[in-house]
T-cell receptor, first 111, second 115 residues
Framework: TQLLEQSPQFLSIQEGENLTVYCNSS?????LQWYRQEPGEGPVLLVT?????EVKKLKRLTFQFGDARKDSSLHITAAQPGDTGLYLC???????????FGTGTRLTIIP | NAGVMQNPRHLVRRRGQEARLRCSPM?????VYWYRQLPEEGLKFMVY????????ESGMPKERFSAEFPKEGPSILRIQQVVRGDSAAYFC?????????????FGDGTRLSIL
């Protein structure tokens, strides 16, 4: 089983602050996808990273894929209440179509 | 621009009954994946299908669960003789192409409750 650990599990911060959440594995993976899920809804794809060291930006969100392809981070600048949700990372593995999801970081932004 | 459509959104069954969950992929997508999300847990892969073929069912329980994706119509996840432990949110995802870096787009799920 290819485990994917996310940290922190819960994070509650004030509006306007910056934050970083992490996604780590003990083994190399081919790609990583970040999703956000709100209560009662399905995960919504934010980004896919496939190249070691890759950095992608989506407005105030910055995604980084580690050089060794074992970890990824999501940094949010000037957090807003609309950023509240469950953030999930999911790894893709070589020769395998399925996604393996992490346990998630539940983020709450306090107005 | 309809996304992945799942129905019903909520399904209540009594122990021993059958549950049928439907998933229509995004237009142009021929790859369908089913995942299960138990309360307070992450999503777990169940099965990957292409039209008329099951490609990977390594996450499916060995008994009572089956899936299909016929040439015409939606993909169906079928659970026979449901038990309390089957209560969960079942999500379907689709992608247009094969490959481990192809993004999967999710529906809003079916929440199955077993009485």
């Amino acid at each position: 089983t290819q485990l994917l650990e996310q940290s922190p599990q819960f994070l509650s911060i004030q509006e306007g602050e910056n934050l970083t959440v992490y996604c780590n594995s003990s083994s190399v993976f081919s790609s990583l996808q970040w999703y956000r899920q709100e209560p009662g809804e399905g995960p919504v794809l934010l980004v896919t990273v496939v190249t070691g060291g890759e950095v992608k930006k989506l407005k105030r969100l910055t995604f980084q894929f580690g050089d060794a392809r074992k970890d990824s981070s999501l940094h949010i600048t000037a957090a807003q209440p609309g950023d509240t949700g469950l953030y999930l990372c999911a790894r893709g593995d070589f020769g395998n179509e399925k996604l393996t999801f992490g346990t998630g970081t539940r983020l709450t932004i306090i107005p | 621009n309809a996304g992945v459509m799942q129905n019903p959104r909520h399904l209540v069954r009594r122990r021993g009954q059958e549950a049928r969950l439907r998933c229509s992929p995004m237009k142009g997508h021929s790859h369908v994946y089913w995942y299960r999300q138990l309360p307070e847990e992450g999503l777990k892969f169940m099965v990957y299908l292409q039209k008329e073929n099951i490609i990977d069912e390594s996450g499916m329980p060995k008994e009572r669960f089956s899936a299909e994706f016929p040439k015409e119509g939606p993909s169906i996840l079928r659970i026979q003789q449901v038990v309390r432990g089957d209560s969960a949110a079942y999500f379907c995802a689709s992608s247009p192409l094969t490959g481990q870096d192809q993004p999967q787009h999710f529906g809003d799920g079916t929440r199955l409750s077993i009485l």
